[in-house]
């Protein structure tokens, strides 16, 4: 088996991450390949906003907290009701992915520019979770404060979320596959 293959065949998504901050090389690599996603009509219509600032993470925290308390998802209530609950499993750094409004596909590019960065962050010994919660922020006036501190730019709708650092645990247990995933027509 080929390393890219062995890549994408042991990530998992990482929910338990030390402190440590996440070297900018390896940063800069995985934004990167996050450029380098496939995307419809070569559009690249992803903007990544890197979210390390304790401060402002603090404020989104506190907010993204509350939303999730008044969540009808019994999952969104529990985490929040955690003494220490961070929207991002206490990861170093988040990625914020958002979409050119003006663009025909943007979740696709910004899915595979999601999993492009989640691939080569893996390979470089990190960690990752995807989180799509933005999508529940934007149907609150709270929730749209709580993306408004996160600077994205105009023009651009945010999408998905990175949780990036470097795991506690490295033998993350894969769940089994599905059966049937796969259909042949020859």
Do not use: W
């Not at 901050?21 to 380098?36: E, F, H, K, R, S």
């Not at 730019?153 to 999408?159: A, H, I, Q, R, T």
Request: with cysteine.
């Amino acid at each position: 088996m080929n390393e890219t293959i062995d890549n994408i065949l042991k990530r998992r998504s990482c929910r338990d991450f030390n402190l440590d901050p996440v070297d900018d090389g390896d940063l800069d690599a995985i934004l990167q390949c996050g450029t380098y996603a496939p995307s419809g009509m070569n559009e690249q219509p992803y903007h990544f906003t890197v979210f390390q600032n304790p401060g402002i993470r603090e404020q989104f925290s506190a907010i993204v907290k509350q939303l999730f308390l008044n969540s009808p998802l019994p999952r969104a209530r529990q985490r929040a009701e955690a003494d220490d609950f961070d929207p991002f499993y206490h990861a170093h750094t988040a990625i914020i992915v958002s979409g050119d409004v003006n663009s025909r596909f943007p979740k696709e590019g910004c899915s595979a520019a999601m999993e492009n960065m989640m691939v080569a962050a893996e390979s470089l010994g990190l960690g990752t979770c995807f989180m799509g919660f933005l999508e529940g922020l934007k149907q609150t006036e709270e929730g749209l404060q709580a993306i408004q501190l996160l600077g994205v730019p105009e023009g651009f709708d945010p999408l998905y979320v990175m949780a990036l650092g470097y795991k506690k645990n490295d033998d993350i247990e894969a769940p089994p596959r599905r059966e049937d995933l796969v259909n042949y027509l020859r």
